[in-house]
Nanobody
Framework: VQLQASGGGLVQAGGSLRLSCAAS????????MGWFRQAPGKEREFVAT????????GYADAVKGRFTISRDNAKNTVYLQMNSLKPEDTAVYYC???????????????????WGQGTQVTVSS
């Protein structure tokens, strides 16, 4: 599976962005997907995850209530809708995936096999 993230940009605090991650390969619909982010000088951190069917999701406390992860298996795409953005959300955002046999979600970077190239999100105050 190859992943291509897009949708990043510069936005003012309080604004919104929607990130997309397009996947190639026939196993996308059986893959759990996640979004992570990495700010300069910091470790990569978990943002959100979604099960293969989209029925289960999980979020980091820092984004809960503001971000929404979703997927469209017909389009081989996973999304991250980001609302009420804050300057501390500034980071490179990465999508990740792994094949699964059941409807689990994953929040650790080491649990994912496939990674996209990242898209920059910058939130100005």
């Amino acid at each position: 599976v190859q992943l291509q993230a897009s949708g990043g940009g510069l936005v003012q605090a309080g604004g919104s962005l929607r990130l997309s991650c397009a996947a190639s390969g026939r196993t996308f619909s059986s893959s759990a997907m996640g979004w992570f982010r990495q700010a300069p000088g910091k470790e990569r951190e978990f943002v959100a995850t979604v099960s293969w069917s989209g029925s289960r999701t999980g979020y980091a406390d820092a984004v809960k209530g503001r971000f929404t992860i979703s997927r469209d298996n017909a389009k081989n795409t996973v999304y991250l809708q980001m609302n009420s953005l804050k300057p501390e959300d500034t980071a490179v955002y990465y999508c990740a995936g792994r094949n699964v046999n059941y409807g689990s979600t994953y929040s650790l970077p080491g649990e994912y096999v496939y990674w996209g190239q990242g898209t920059q999100v910058t939130v100005s105050s």
